[in-house]
Every structure is written in C-alpha cells, then in structure tokens.
Nanobody
Framework: QVQLVESGGGLVQTGDSLRLSCAVS??????????IGWFRQAPGKEREGVSY????????SYADSVKGRFTISRDNAKNMVYLLMNSLKPEDTAVYYC?????????????????WGQGTQVTVSS
C-alpha cells in the first residue's frame, strides 16, 4: 500500500521560508521511477499544481506563481521529496499535498496523480 506523508507546514510571515517534506512508502520501484508532484488548495479554491519532478531525467516544472521562489527535490535513498519555499507570500497560504503519478505523465493536472498524502497546512501572514 502506497503511503505519502507530508510535513513541515506551519505559520510564517511574509518573506520567510519553509521546507515541506513528503515521505513516500510502499512503491513497487524506487522513487525515481515516478513523477512526484506538489499541489495546494486554498479555502474556496480548486486544487492547483505547484511543482513536479519527473521520473526519467529528474526535470522540474513549476507553476508561474511560484517559479523562482520554490524548488522541488528528491532523495531516492530516503524516499523523500521536498519543496523548498522561499519568499513566501500570503497568497501561498493553502494546504499542500504531495502525490505520485504512476504513469509518469509529468503533468500539473492533479487528476493524473494516483496516490495522495493527507496534506500539510501552510499559512503566511502579512
């Protein structure tokens, strides 16, 4: 059974940084065989893609709203995926989720992801 557990969220001020972690277990193959994505959902809004790291070459993709501020990375040995968030803004406030795309479509489309964590709250005060 695949499990994803996010951690690292919290309450911070504008301009601060946070590093979110996603612990992945139960995958059939090593972490680098899958595309892993980070998503977020703010109250009253739809879930949106933030970033993903592709399986094959580890290429990264970011939503325009976070480009230059957020960095995704993974540690295959530890089965961990991270999201380093710098220069946080109040509009980054949301529940953040990590997810696995078994088909390696390398997309920001949340419907293409198969397994999800429970989320971690990030709140950025102005």
């Amino acid at each position: 059974q695949v499990q994803l557990v996010e951690s690292g969220g919290g309450l911070v001020q504008t301009g601060d940084s946070l590093r979110l972690s996603c612990a992945v277990s139960g995958l059939r193959f090593t972490l680098d065989h899958y595309t892993i994505g980070w998503f977020r959902q703010a109250p009253g809004k739809e879930r949106e893609g933030v970033s993903y790291i592709a399986s094959s070459d580890g290429s990264e993709s970011y939503a325009d709203s976070v480009k230059g501020r957020f960095t995704i990375s993974r540690d295959n040995a530890k089965n961990m995926v991270y999201l380093l968030m710098n220069s946080l803004k109040p509009e980054d406030t949301a529940v953040y989720y990590c997810a696995v795309d078994y088909n390696n479509l390398a997309t920001m489309n949340s419907f293409m992801y198969n397994s999800w964590g429970q989320g971690t709250q990030v709140t950025v005060s102005s």
